[in-house]
T-cell receptor
Framework: DVKVTQSSRYLVKRTGEKVFLECVQD?????MFWYRQDPGLGLRLIYF???????EKGDIPEGYSVSREKKERFSLILESASTNQTSMYLC????????????????????FGAGTRLSVL | SQQGEEDPQALSIQEGENATMNCSYK?????LQWYRQNSGRGLVHLIL?????REKHSGRLRVTLDTSKKSSSLLITASRAADTASYFC?????????????FGQGTILTVHP
């Protein structure tokens, strides 16, 4: 069974703290993504990575950075947490190449972790 | 910009009824996907329809795609209380998009027992 694991379900941090959100996938996927989800705004892409050590900015990268030192792990870093970064953070991964003939083997289907609800006080 | 926009924003029905959600998008796509999210959890992929397909079925789910109108619909037949969740459409542009998906804001479905 496919699995994307986020290190924490709930996290409370203070303004100005450096925050690390970790995501690990066991599916040998090339692509990994970080989103934040806020009421009324849907999912917004923060950063994504299509290979080890590669990263690309998404729609809202300001205030965030990422690290992908190993294929299975993609970390989101809040250099100096602020209250407007209080949100639900979702990690996802996907194949770059299709595998097999079923939909589940199709490329670009994203598999999500359970999410981390971060509160910055 | 919002690529996928769902309609309605919220839908409340009784168990056994059908639920229809619509999605509109702006640019050309390689495929369109629907995801489900239970409260406070991650998203789960439901179904994918490619740009050259018009209709697809999976169990109680039926998805249609009209590329001329840039719209899609998700029909859940004979709904159950367990179908209560948020439903999102997501579009993939293909090409060099690295598998990026653009998500809509979602439809909140409530199925009353």
């Amino acid at each position: 069974d496919v699995k994307v694991t986020q290190s924490s379900r709930y996290l409370v941090k203070r303004t100005g703290e450096k925050v690390f959100l970790e995501c690990v996938q066991d599916m040998d996927h090339e692509n990994m993504f970080w989103y934040r989800q806020d009421p009324g705004l849907g999912l917004r892409l923060i950063y994504f990575s299509y290979d080890v050590k590669m990263k690309e900015k998404g729609d809202i990268p300001e205030g965030y950075s990422v690290s992908r030192e190993k294929k299975e792990r993609f970390s989101l870093i809040l250099e100096s947490a602020s209250t407007n970064q209080t949100s639900m953070y979702l990690c996802a991964s996907s194949n770059r190449r299709g595998r097999g003939t079923s939909d589940l083997g199709a490329k670009n289907i994203q598999y999500f972790g359970a999410g981390t609800r971060l509160s910055v006080l | 910009s919002q690529q996928g926009e769902e309609d309605p924003q919220a839908l409340s029905i009784q168990e056994g009824e059908n639920a229809t959600m619509n999605c509109s998008y702006k640019t050309s796509i390689n495929n369109l996907q629907w995801y489900r999210q239970n409260s406070g959890r991650g998203l789960v992929h439901l179904i994918l329809i490619r740009s050259n397909e018009r209709e697809k079925h999976s169990g109680r789910l039926r998805v249609t795609l009209d590329t001329s109108k840039k719209s899609s619909s998700l029909l859940i037949t004979a709904s159950r209380a367990a179908d209560t969740a948020s439903y999102f459409c997501a579009t993939n542009a293909g090409g060099t998009s690295y598998g990026k998906l653009t998500f809509g804001q979602g439809t909140i479905l409530t199925v009353h027992p």
